[in-house]
């Protein structure tokens, strides 16, 4: 199970990076400046999306296509972490550290739930090119989003190095 989350999750990083590189190539701002903006910043990231032309769709269209891959995404890194803390849990003999893995169940459903919020904002926002009043800011929530994130990988990276360094 774990070898094929981490082969789908690799392939799923390929095509949003991708297509993260497309945004970010012809309009100098990536998927994550908008995730990040503010509500001017970020309505103007949009109009500039949407007034970019890309082949036969816009920016716009790309950045669209990005967030509704990212829900699978969202799905896939959830039980990654899932999957792969409770497999170090099991290793894990340490009782606080066990206990900051087992942590980890929660904050990854947690980052998840975050990420599906600022998805359906986002989506909001890109049905609104135009319209300053109806877009939808996100930094509030893609903040904490990637502090989390960051932690639970932190915690899980220090148990596995500290397994490789510490024998019990």
């Known amino acids: 199970m774990k070898k094929i ?5 690799i392939m799923i990083c390929a095509v949003m990076s991708y297509q993260g590189n497309i945004l970010q190539r012809f309009s100098g701002k990536g998927i994550i400046n908008l995730e990040l903006a503010d509500k ?3 309505a103007e990231i949009i109009s500039l999306w949407n ?6 769709q816009t920016l716009l269209n790309v950045a669209e296509q990005n967030t509704h891959l990212d829900f699978l995404f969202i799905v896939v890194y959830v039980l990654l972490i899932m999957t792969l803390s409770n497999a170090q849990m099991q290793l894990e003999k340490t009782s ?3 206990e900051l893995i087992r942590f980890n169940l929660f ?3 947690l980052i998840g739930l975050l ?3 600022e998805n359906i ?3 909001h926002s890109f049905h609104h090119p135009r319209d300053l009043t109806e877009f939808w800011r996100t930094d509030f929530i893609a903040w904490p989003k990637f502090l ?3 932690w639970a990988i932190l915690i899980y990276l220090f148990s596995v190095i500290k397994g490789f360094l510490v024998k019990d």
């Open 40 to 42: 001017s910043t970020g």
């Open 51 to 56: 007034n970019t032309p890309y082949g036969d």
């Open 107 to 109: 904050l990854a459903v």
């Open 96 to 98: 606080w550290l066990n």
């Open 148 to 150: 989390i994130a960051g």
């Open 5 to 9: 989350l981490v082969l789908v999750f």
């Open 121 to 123: 904002r986002l989506l």
């Open 115 to 117: 990420d599906v919020v």
